[in-house]
Nanobody, 116 residues
Framework: QVQLVESGGGLVQAGGSLTLSCRASGISFSLNTMYWYRQAPGNQRELVADITSGGLRNYADSTKGRFTISRDNAKNTVFLQMNSLEPEDTAVYYC??????????WGQGIQVTVSS
């Protein structure tokens, strides 16, 4: 059974920082690209960042230079370090994986709220 469990969300003032974690189980974590998405009220879910099994990183334009994605394969965990947070970053953040067999799994989501 595949599970993705996010943690680390919460309320922060504009300009502050948060680090999200997503611990995976039931997959060969080190072989898979891991993704962070977010969805703000009234908006579509959008890609925030992803990291390949080899460590290559990709970011949405809106988060480049402020967010950093990383992974710890020994702990089956992917991280999203978020700095210089803005009210526009307020959203539910989701961890996602597309396995080598093509199956897609999502975490339950975690709220990040940035106050102005």
């Amino acid at each position: 059974q595949v599970q993705l469990v996010e943690s680390g969300g919460g309320l922060v003032q504009a300009g502050g920082s948060l680090t999200l974690s997503c611990r995976a189980s039931g997959i060969s974590f080190s072989l898979n690209t891991m993704y962070w998405y977010r969805q703000a009220p009234g908006n579509q879910r959008e890609l925030v960042a992803d990291i390949t099994s080899g460590g290559l990183r990709n970011y949405a334009d809106s988060t480049k230079g402020r967010f950093t994605i990383s992974r710890d394969n020994a702990k089956n965990t992917v991280f999203l370090q978020m700095n210089s947070l803005e009210p526009e970053d307020t959203a539910v953040y989701y961890c996602r994986v597309r396995t080598t067999t093509g199956n897609i799994y999502w975490g339950q989501g975690i709220q990040v709220t940035v106050s102005s």
